[in-house]
C-alpha cells in the first residue's frame, strides 16, 4: 500500500464466534458460570450471548465442530477471548464466583495497563478475564512504548475488593 492508513480510534472487536463440540455445555459456562446472557438461539446448533443486551458479544456453534475434540494446542488458531470488565471489583467477582465453583485457571497476571485471569472453556478456548487500569496510571518507556510486563497476580489484593 502506498498511503499510510491508521484505523480509527473508536473502533472496537464487536464480538467472537466460536465453534464448540456441545452447545449446551459451552451454554453452561459462558451463561451459568460467567454471567452471559442468551440473546439467539439457531435451533440446537448454535447461539448469540451477550452482556447487557448488546445482541451478542459470542457467538457459539457447532455447525463443522458438534463432537469433535479441541483442537490441539500448538497449532494456529485462536489463543484466547479476552473479555473485559468495567472494574477491579467486577474482576474480584468472578474470580470468587469461580473459586467457589472450583473451576481450574490457567493463570493470573498483573501486566501493568491490566489484571488478568486466564482459564479454558469446555473446549479448551483460552478466556482471558481482565480489566484495564485507567490510562492515567499506564507508563511509557523512554522511547513511547507502553510498559508492560507478566507478572504474578497479587490474588489477595484482588478479593479485598469485595470486602
Same mark, same amino acid.
Request: proline share 5%; with cysteine.
Given at each position: 500500500?502506498?498511503?499510510?492508513?491508521?484505523?480509527?480510534?473508536?473502533?472496537?472487536?464487536?464480538?467472537?464466534?466460536?465453534?464448540?463440540?456441545?452447545?449446551?455445555?459451552?451454554?453452561?459456562?459462558?451463561?451459568?458460570?460467567?454471567?452471559?446472557?442468551?440473546?439467539?438461539?439457531? +435451533?440446537?446448533?448454535?447461539?448469540?450471548?451477550?452482556?447487557? +443486551?448488546?445482541?451478542?458479544h459470542i457467538g457459539l456453534n457447532?455447525?463443522?465442530s458438534k463432537g469433535q475434540p479441541?483442537?490441539?494446542?500448538?497449532?494456529?488458531?485462536?489463543?484466547?477471548?479476552?473479555?473485559?470488565?468495567?472494574?477491579r471489583k467486577d474482576l474480584a467477582?468472578?474470580?470468587?464466583?469461580?473459586?467457589?465453583?472450583?473451576?481450574?485457571?490457567?493463570?493470573?497476571?498483573?501486566?501493568?495497563?491490566?489484571?488478568?485471569?486466564?482459564?479454558?472453556?469446555?473446549?479448551?478456548?483460552?478466556?482471558?478475564?481482565?480489566?484495564?487500569?485507567?490510562?492515567? &496510571?499506564?507508563?511509557?518507556?523512554?522511547?513511547?512504548?507502553?510498559?508492560?510486563?507478566?507478572?504474578?497476580?497479587?490474588?489477595?489484593?484482588? &478479593?479485598?475488593?469485595?470486602?
Open positions: 500500500m502506498d498511503n499510510k492508513y491508521t484505523i480509527p480510534s473508536q473502533t472496537r472487536i464487536g464480538h467472537v464466534h466460536l465453534k464448540v463440540a456441545d452447545l449446551a455445555r459451552s451454554l453452561n459456562f459462558y451463561c451459568n458460570l460467567l454471567g452471559f446472557e442468551v440473546t439467539t438461539m439457531y +435451533g440446537d446448533q448454535a447461539a448469540f450471548i451477550s452482556a447487557g +443486551g448488546y445482541h451478542h457447532t455447525w463443522h479441541p483442537a490441539h494446542t500448538n497449532s494456529v488458531g485462536l489463543f484466547h477471548t479476552a473479555i473485559l470488565y468495567p472494574t467477582e468472578i474470580y470468587s464466583r469461580l473459586r467457589k465453583a472450583e473451576y481450574p485457571l490457567t493463570g493470573a497476571s498483573d501486566h501493568g495497563v491490566s489484571e488478568a485471569i486466564y482459564l479454558n472453556d469446555p473446549d479448551k478456548n483460552g478466556v482471558e478475564l481482565y480489566w484495564d487500569r485507567p490510562k492515567s &496510571l499506564w507508563t511509557y518507556e523512554p522511547y513511547g512504548s507502553l510498559t508492560m510486563f507478566t507478572k504474578p497476580l497479587n490474588m489477595v489484593s484482588l &478479593l479485598q475488593e469485595l470486602e
